[in-house]
């Protein structure tokens, strides 16, 4: 009796492995092809941009200049963020990030990655650093953004992307917010009896990769955060090596309120515009 428990418990276990490497993409990525609207509707101009990031792919992107910049043309006495959202939606579900970035005087380029809104492809960890990769390209190459102006934020997963284009690449600072420190870590959260490193196709290991980041560092996260502990964006901040500095924000981890609070402003604004790093660590 002891033999066959064991057996189905060990064939119980192997089922459910197998199950977790065949379900991981489903389990990460959430893209959603619908856009629901654009930046238009709230008054701004924007460039539709579509990269080419191999022979027969294409992502989409939505370059917003600042108020006093022009569709099609690049303001270039403004700072310009390269943002990356997280694993659901599409960039159509993120205009509060555009209205609050261009609010502050500052151009916007928001990436889709392959298989999400009008990008082509499927998603995976490499595409999505190639993806970011590319859309880094096109606003050095093609918009000639001088890299000292451009700000890489990045959020809930996107911060993995956005650390790993952080080490590629030279930039004005790095913003992570909401983010985890390895997909082994959360998987270790979620499965807490289970090897979940043995089985990950997917590592996005931020925890190690942020130690090569110098560029000054504005690490945003709620200890209410349903989602991705408070403590996982502390152990990011700890291992930035740069002017550094973790600021509290309030709300479950898909929460939005505190965009509209000042304080989170003015420490979007301080690292975005004003580049005062006095009194960080």
Known sequence: MLLIIGSVAVGAFVAFGLYLYLSQDRMVFFPSREMETTPAEIGLVFDDVFIEVTDSVQVHAWYVPAPDGNSGSNNSHAPTVLFFHGNGGNISHRLPTVDLVV?????????????????????????????ALACYRWLTDTKETPSEQIMIFGRSLGGAVAIQLATQVECAGLIVESSFTS???????????????????????????????NCPLLVTHSKEDDMIPFQMGLALYEKGMGPKRVVEIEGLHNDRHYMQAESYRECIENILINRQFDNWD
């Open 103 to 131: 609010g502050l005087g500052a151009n916007i380029m928001l990436v889709d990655y392959r298989g999400y809104g009008r990008s082509g492809g499927v998603p995976s960890e490499q595409n999505m650093y190639a993806d």
């Open 183 to 213: 997909a082994k870590a959360m998987g270790n959260l979620m499965f807490p009896y289970f090897p979940v490193g043995l089985l990950l196709k997917h590592k996005f290991a931020s925890i190690d990769k942020i130690k090569s980041v």
